[in-house]
Nanobody, 125 residues
């Protein structure tokens, strides 16, 4: 089973930028989906962005469109999330997730089978 390790979280002021990375230690067979989720205290975990390895098709939550960019690098072994113009409401624990998939990627956290431990992002006003 693939293992995921996130890095790159931290604290920034509103308007700042951060880049999160998720390293995948084992190889999925075939195509797969990878995604970033986030969860703030007292809220449900929500999908932020996802990408399918077959054609790098991406999808974003409306709240981050135009500010966040998800991408696969290093022969698809590293998932990154570039976050620009950060807002206090972006404050959350961010999780990397993955699931093998021959086609489209799910939005629901319950369909992802492999998760990282999370990295904290804090944005101050």
């Amino acid at each position: 089973q693939a293992q995921l390790v996130e890095s790159g979280g931290g604290s920034v002021q509103a308007g700042g930028s951060l880049r999160l990375a998720c390293a995948r230690s084992r190889v999925f067979r075939g195509t797969y989906c990878m995604a970033w989720f986030r969860q703030a205290p007292g809220t449900k975990r929500e999908m932020v962005a996802r990408i399918w390895s077959g054609d790098n098709m991406t999808s974003y939550a409306d709240s981050v469109k135009g500010r966040f960019t998800i991408a696969l690098y290093n022969n698809n072994n590293t998932l990154e999330l570039q976050m620009e113009n950060l807002k206090p409401e972006d404050t959350a624990m961010y999780y990397c997730a993955a699931v093998p998939s021959p086609t489209i990627c799910p939005d629901s956290q319950y369909q992802y089978t492999t998760w990282g431990q999370g990295t904290q992002v804090t944005v101050s006003s």
